[in-house]
């Protein structure tokens, strides 16, 4: 009896665990993005030109340190 009450305990906590720790890193990609914008653009670069990057390409500008935005050429081809 206690075996099967032990059982459902540990099922139930790594249950909420795993849970827990899916949300967690879900909402934590999607403020990093948020800041790593915002980073960006106290730097002086322009939305237009935040939404034509990748997500390596803003982090690799924002690891450099102090680079800050000195002009862009975004050419559309209609």
Request: with cysteine; net charge negative; charged share 25%.
């Amino acid at each position: 009896m206690i075996k099967k009450h032990f059982k459902k305990l540990v099922s139930v906590a790594l249950t909420a665990v795993m849970a827990l720790g899916m949300t967690t890193t879900a909402f934590a990609n999607e403020k990093d993005t948020l800041n790593l914008d915002a980073a960006l653009m106290e730097k002086g670069y322009p939305q237009i030109v935040l939404d034509t990057m990748d997500e390596d390409t803003k982090m690799d500008i924002y690891n450099e340190g102090d680079i800050a935005f000195c002009g862009a050429v975004i050419t559309y081809y209609v």
